[in-house]
């Protein structure tokens, strides 16, 4: 159950009841200070000011008239403004037994979406730099988050599989495939490969002209070309799907849906938006003018869809995809993930769009833009000479760092647990130390931090979650032989029950605002108050009452439950020893 939703909607009631007019606003948030109870419902200041009465007597009023009987505590009206909640530890008590007792931990289903999740998508021309990585791991923490509340996710990689700078690479590939070199090892590392065409394109004579001849002959659907683009396409999908599964992400190939995917709409979308007279012709291109997002100097932005001479961009892609997305997959909602500088683009795209009628009035297009990785230099994170980490190597080496701190450790495991351990560490602490950042603001990759055991980091949680199963281990408690009653005596048992209890919360967040650090946020607070919770609650200890013990062992184990399933959706593996 979501405890602020269910407080809320006692609060309207209360709120009509006292004479509010409809939709008055219904502030009530967590309560930031211990003290002021557990949230606070603040509204009766404005609704003195629509009513013109007193405030504290409005306040009064309010309280009065909110049915929570048997739900709080006591509710204290602080100041004129506050009504502060505190929930009584009974209830608190009686819910988390109903928690711990159910396989989905209390948390109801949202109103059930077709939500489509535009992530990953990575350039095949090219390695799949961090960007992409970002892209990845964000993208699949909440499209986990969104089907666990019951939203029918499609899963979109809009890979970029189509535009010029083929010709060049398909001009060189067809050099190499006639010298008799097989395209996987010929394309075994993307990078240089990009690189030695683009010399080629810059210098050999001829070279630039064979490779726009490619590009003629590609898009004109020439099937010797196609087939060579098709080899160079599935080779570098590999590369990524490679990426994929080091990282244990739900993306398949399935899920791929590039650019050429909408080649034979683009003429179509192009004919639809002029017919809806958003784009017109300006020197022989098709281009939308965007007053709406004009300049300093009033001169409306300008979008192209087509360019002089017929070819099409980026954008049009996206016009196309749109129409897909919202008319043959009835999307409610789309939501995008790729780095901020292409914030401007998405926001001019939704507005041409919207006005096409390719978006309608109930369906959102949400960009969720993320910001730069940095090296410790505090610059975009590159190799020492400047060029593309390569991430599968980067996963590697995470792998690698992790099993040397964890062979440093003392443990009974076999050097076999270890590895797997070790893959599970690594892997899961690049993905936390993403993940945990806030989504929009820049971050520097550090493998220190990241792989430390304490602090807000994967091995710290996933530690926490080992501490709690080795409880059990020696209590000898599964899921099926606990069943007791839950009782809140102590401050610290007081503090983790309502933090258990609002997980709800934690994961409607991730869903409305696309944001998994608040997520991270909240297993991180949650794994701390335990081990606070622990060390001032002994629960093996000898003298300890028995209902004491078990109410306790119930707490530890939703504990668990709770931080297996937000690390789950998260993406970070967990492990019942380490
Ligand atoms: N391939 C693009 C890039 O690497 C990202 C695509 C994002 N999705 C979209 N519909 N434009 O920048």
Redesign the pocket.
Known sequence: MNIQTFLLAKFKTALTSVGAPEDSPAPLSRSTRVGFGHYQFNGAMALSKVLKQNPREIAQKIVDAVELDGVVEKLEIAGPRFINIHLSPKWLATRLKATNLDPRLSIEAEDSQTIVV??S???LAKEMHV??LR?TIIGDAVTKTLEFLGHKVIR?N???DWGTQFGMLLAHLNDKLAANEVAETALSDLEDFYRAAKIRFDSEEGFADRARDFVVKLQGGDPQCMQLWQNFIDVSIKHSEEVYEKLNVTLKAEDIKG?SAYNDDLADTVADLQAAGVVVESEGAQVAFLPEMADKDGNPAVYIVQKTGGGYL?AT??QA?IRYRNGVLGADRTL????AR?AL??KQ?EIVARKAGFIKDSQSYEHCPFGMMLGNDGKPFKTRTGGTVKLAALLDEAVERAEALINKRESDLSAEERKLIASKVGIGAVKYADLSKNRTTDYVFNWDTMLSFEGNTAPYLQYAYTRVQSIFRKAQVTNENLEADIILQESQEALLAVKLMQYAEAIKQVSSDATPHVLCTYIYELASLFMTFYEACPILKEGIAEETKNSRLMLAQLTAKTLKSGLDLLGIDTMEKM
């Open positions: 535009d992530y998508a990575p350039n960007g992409h892209s979109q809009h890979m970029g650019e980026y892609t996206d995809a995008i993930f790729t780095d292409q683009h998405f795209t």
